[in-house]
C-alpha cells in the first residue's frame, strides 16, 4: 500500500480546479497560477484525475459496462450518453488536468531545479491523453497545450496520429523514459502519491502503459516485436506492491467520493444483471465484495437489475436487489485510485501470447492475472476457481473471453475501461438493455460535449461530420 497523501486545504485555495464547460476557461485557467511549485501540482493532478476518474467508473462507466446499473430515471443508462447525470461527462475532467500537467511539464523544461518532472510529466500526458481519444476518438490534442499561447479554438486530431505521432502517446511514453534514464540530479521527485519519488517505478508504469495501448492498437498495427521486447526486457509492473495506484481514505480530504454522497444517490446503484449472471456462473467470491446480498434476502442472496429501465414504467424495490459493498462506502480504506495494476499487465501478455504476438505462456500470465486480481480486491482466489467455469481453456470458452471477461470484472469502478474493452474485444457478452434510447445498441464511443458546438463551432463542425452528427455508434480509429 502506498503511503496516504492527505490534500491540505491550503492546497485546494492555491490550485483551483473547476470542471468548467467553457473550452476556454479549461485551457487558460486564470485562476491557477503558473508559477506554483509543481510538486504541488503533481500532487494535485494525480489526486484529481484518480479521484474524479474513480467517481465516474461508479456512476458512469460501470452501467455502459454493465458492472451496475441505475434505478431511477437515468436516462445515462438507458444509453442517452448527451444526458450525463450523477456523472457521464470526463471531457472536462482530462482537459484540466491535461491542462495542469502541461505547466509542469513547461517548468522542467524551463527551470533545472525541476528537470526531475520532466519524465513523469510526459508519462503523465500520455495516459490521460491515451484515456481522453479512447473514450472520444478524435479530439483536440497539438493545438489544446500550448502553454503561455493559447489556442482557444484548437482543431480535432486524428486518433492514429495522437497515438503514433511526434509528441503522441507512444512517443512521450519512450520520451519520459529517456528523460528519467537522463536524469542525473540529486533533486527529488516530490509531490509524487503514486510512487513516492521512486523514478525507476515510474519507467515501469509508462512500460505498462506501452504495453496496454500496443495491444489496444493491435488490431490496426504491427506491435509484436515491440511488445516482445517488452515482454523479454521484463521491466514493467509485476505484482501489486508495484501498482500505480493511490489508496482512498475513511474520511476526508482522501475518502472515496460516494461514500459522501447522500445516501439515496449512493443507493441508486445496485448491481447488473450482468454481472451477477458471470459473477454467478463463475462461482466468483468477488461478488460479496463488490456487492452486498438484497436486503429481503434470507439467504445472503445476490440480485441483479437488467441496465436501462424506464423508470416511468417500471415499479422497482430497493429492498430486492444488491447494492455496492462496504468498501465503497462504508469501509474504503482498502479501494483505490486505478492508473495500470500488474493483473492488467498481465491479461494485456495473456492476451498477446493467445494471439502469438509475442512467445510466452498464455495461460501461466492468465492465471497470474487472476491471482492478483483477486488480490487486488481483497478477495480470497477459491481452490477451484482456476479448473472450472474460469478455466483458461473451459469448454465452450474461447481464451480471449477468459482473459477479457477476467479483466472486465477487475476493472470495475475503473473509469470507462470496462466498456472500452468490450468494444474493443465483444467480450463478455453484454444483454441488451431494458429500454434502449439508442435503438438497441451498445454505444462505441462517448459524445463530444454540447460546449464544444458553441465554443469551438468550426473546429467541432468537422469532427462531427466525420462521427455522422457526433453520433455514439461509430467507432474509434483502433476499432474500425
Same mark, same amino acid.
Given at each position: 500500500?502506498? *503511503?496516504?497523501?492527505?490534500?491540505?486545504?491550503?492546497?485546494?485555495?492555491?490550485?483551483?480546479?473547476?470542471?468548467?464547460?467553457?473550452?476556454?476557461?479549461?485551457?487558460?485557467?486564470?485562476?491557477?497560477?503558473?508559477?506554483?511549485?509543481?510538486?504541488?501540482?503533481?500532487?494535485?493532478?494525480?489526486?484529481?484525475?484518480?479521484?474524479?476518474?474513480?467517481?465516474?467508473?461508479?456512476?458512469?462507466?460501470?452501467?455502459?459496462?454493465?458492472?451496475?446499473?441505475?434505478?431511477? !430515471?437515468? @436516462?445515462?443508462?438507458?444509453?442517452?450518453?448527451?444526458?450525463?447525470?450523477?456523472?457521464?461527462?470526463?471531457?472536462?475532467?482530462?482537459?484540466?488536468?491535461?491542462?495542469?500537467?502541461?505547466?509542469?511539464?513547461?517548468?522542467?523544461?524551463?527551470?533545472?531545479?525541476?528537470?526531475?518532472?520532466?519524465?513523469?510529466?510526459?508519462?503523465?500526458? =500520455?495516459?490521460?491523453?491515451?484515456?481522453?481519444?479512447?473514450?472520444?476518438?478524435?479530439?483536440?490534442?497539438?493545438?489544446?497545450?500550448?502553454?503561455?499561447?493559447?489556442?482557444?479554438?484548437?482543431?480535432?486530431?486524428?486518433?492514429?496520429?495522437?497515438?503514433?505521432?511526434?509528441?503522441?502517446?507512444?512517443?512521450?511514453?519512450?520520451?519520459?523514459?529517456?528523460?528519467?534514464?537522463?536524469?542525473?540530479? =540529486?533533486?527529488?521527485?516530490?509531490?509524487?502519491?503514486?510512487? *513516492?519519488?521512486?523514478?525507476?517505478?515510474?519507467?515501469?508504469?509508462?512500460?505498462?502503459?506501452?504495453?496496454?495501448?500496443?495491444?489496444?492498437?493491435?488490431?490496426?498495427?504491427?506491435?509484436?516485436?515491440?511488445?516482445?521486447?517488452?515482454?523479454?526486457?521484463?521491466?514493467?509492473?509485476?505484482?501489486?506492491?508495484?501498482?500505480?495506484?493511490?489508496?482512498?481514505?475513511?474520511?476526508?480530504?482522501?475518502? !472515496?467520493?460516494?461514500?459522501?454522497?447522500?445516501?439515496?444517490?449512493?443507493?441508486?446503484?445496485?448491481?447488473?444483471?450482468?454481472?451477477?449472471?458471470? @459473477?454467478?456462473?463463475?462461482?466468483?467470491?468477488?461478488? /460479496?465484495?463488490?456487492?452486498?446480498?438484497?436486503?429481503?434476502?434470507?439467504?445472503?442472496?445476490?440480485?441483479?437489475?437488467? *441496465?436501462?429501465?424506464?423508470?416511468?414504467?417500471?415499479?422497482?424495490?430497493?429492498?430486492?436487489?444488491?447494492?455496492?459493498?462496504?468498501? !465503497?462506502?462504508?469501509?474504503?480504506?482498502?479501494?483505490?485510485?486505478?492508473?495500470?495494476?500488474?493483473?492488467?499487465?498481465?491479461?494485456?501478455?495473456?492476451? =498477446?501470447?493467445?494471439?502469438?504476438?509475442?512467445?510466452?505462456?498464455?495461460?501461466?500470465?492468465?492465471?497470474?492475472?487472476?491471482?492478483?486480481?483477486?488480490?487486488?480486491?481483497?478477495?480470497?482466489?477459491?481452490?477451484?476457481?482456476?479448473?472450472?467455469? =474460469?478455466?483458461?481453456?473451459?469448454?465452450?470458452?474461447?481464451?480471449?473471453?477468459?482473459?477479457?471477461?477476467?479483466?472486465?470484472?477487475?476493472?470495475?469502478?475503473?473509469?470507462?475501461?470496462?466498456?472500452?474493452?468490450?468494444?474493443?474485444?465483444?467480450?463478455?457478452?453484454?444483454?441488451?438493455?431494458?429500454?434502449?434510447?439508442?435503438?438497441?445498441?451498445?454505444?462505441?464511443?462517448?459524445?463530444?460535449?454540447?460546449?464544444?458546438?458553441?465554443? /469551438?463551432?468550426? &473546429?467541432?463542425?468537422?469532427?462531427?461530420?466525420?462521427?455522422?452528427?457526433?453520433?455514439? &455508434?461509430?467507432?474509434?480509429?483502433?476499432?474500425?
Amino acid at each position: 500500500m502506498k *503511503n496516504i497523501i492527505y490534500i491540505l486545504s491550503f492546497l485546494i485555495l492555491l490550485i483551483t480546479v473547476s470542471c468548467t464547460n467553457d473550452f476556454q476557461n479549461i485551457n487558460t485557467n486564470p485562476n491557477a497560477p503558473v508559477s506554483v511549485q509543481p510538486s504541488l501540482l503533481l500532487r494535485q493532478v494525480i489526486y484529481n484525475f484518480g479521484e474524479e476518474m474513480s467517481y465516474e467508473g461508479f456512476v458512469a462507466g460501470d452501467l455502459l459496462s454493465q458492472h451496475r446499473t441505475a434505478l431511477d !430515471f437515468n @436516462l445515462f443508462d438507458r444509453h442517452a450518453l448527451k444526458s450525463p447525470q450523477l456523472g457521464g461527462n470526463p471531457w472536462p475532467v482530462f482537459y484540466t488536468n491535461l491542462r495542469d500537467n502541461e505547466i509542469i511539464l513547461n517548468q522542467s523544461r524551463t527551470s533545472e531545479a525541476f528537470k526531475v518532472y520532466e519524465g513523469p510529466a510526459l508519462i503523465l500526458k =500520455a495516459y490521460m491523453a491515451a484515456g481522453l481519444t479512447d473514450l472520444f476518438g478524435d479530439v483536440p490534442y497539438f493545438e489544446a497545450f500550448n502553454g503561455s499561447t493559447i489556442t482557444v479554438t484548437p482543431s480535432y486530431d486524428n486518433q492514429e496520429d495522437i497515438y503514433l505521432m511526434e509528441g503522441g502517446i507512444l512517443d512521450n511514453l519512450n520520451k519520459g523514459i529517456i528523460a528519467i534514464q537522463n536524469y542525473k540530479d =540529486a533533486i527529488p521527485l516530490e509531490g509524487d502519491i503514486l510512487f *513516492n519519488g521512486d523514478l525507476e517505478a515510474w519507467i515501469r508504469f509508462a512500460n505498462s502503459l506501452k504495453i496496454k495501448h500496443l495491444i489496444r492498437i493491435s488490431n490496426k498495427e504491427d506491435v509484436a516485436a515491440e511488445l516482445q521486447s517488452l515482454f523479454d526486457d521484463d521491466n514493467y509492473i509485476k505484482d501489486n506492491l508495484q501498482n500505480a495506484v493511490f489508496d482512498f481514505t475513511n474520511s476526508d480530504p482522501n475518502s !472515496f467520493r460516494l461514500a459522501q454522497l447522500r445516501v439515496g444517490d449512493f443507493n441508486n446503484f445496485v448491481l447488473s444483471e450482468t454481472m451477477e449472471d458471470i @459473477l454467478t456462473d463463475l462461482n466468483d467470491t468477488r461478488i /460479496n465484495t463488490l456487492f452486498k446480498p438484497f436486503s429481503n434476502s434470507t439467504t445472503n442472496e445476490f440480485n441483479g437489475l437488467l *441496465n436501462g429501465i424506464d423508470a416511468t414504467s417500471t415499479a422497482i424495490s430497493l429492498a430486492n436487489y444488491s447494492l455496492a459493498g462496504t468498501i !465503497f462506502r462504508e469501509d474504503t480504506s482498502t479501494l483505490d485510485a486505478n492508473f495500470i495494476t500488474a493483473w492488467e499487465v498481465h491479461f494485456a501478455f495473456a492476451e =498477446a501470447a493467445s494471439k502469438n504476438l509475442i512467445t510466452a505462456d498464455a495461460q501461466q500470465l492468465y492465471e497470474t492475472g487472476v491471482t492478483l486480481a483477486f488480490e487486488y480486491w481483497h478477495t480470497e482466489l477459491p481452490l477451484d476457481y482456476l479448473t472450472n467455469n =474460469a478455466a483458461f481453456n473451459a469448454v465452450g470458452k474461447t481464451p480471449l473471453e477468459q482473459i477479457i471477461t477476467q479483466k472486465w470484472i477487475a476493472n470495475t469502478i475503473n473509469g470507462y475501461e470496462g466498456w472500452i474493452e468490450y468494444n474493443r474485444t465483444g467480450f463478455p457478452e453484454l444483454q441488451t438493455i431494458s429500454a434502449s434510447l439508442n435503438n438497441d445498441l451498445i454505444p462505441l464511443r462517448m459524445p463530444y460535449p454540447a460546449e464544444e458546438e458553441t465554443l /469551438n463551432a468550426e &473546429n467541432y463542425l468537422e469532427a462531427a461530420l466525420k462521427t455522422d452528427n457526433n453520433s455514439i &455508434n461509430i467507432p474509434v480509429w483502433w476499432n474500425e
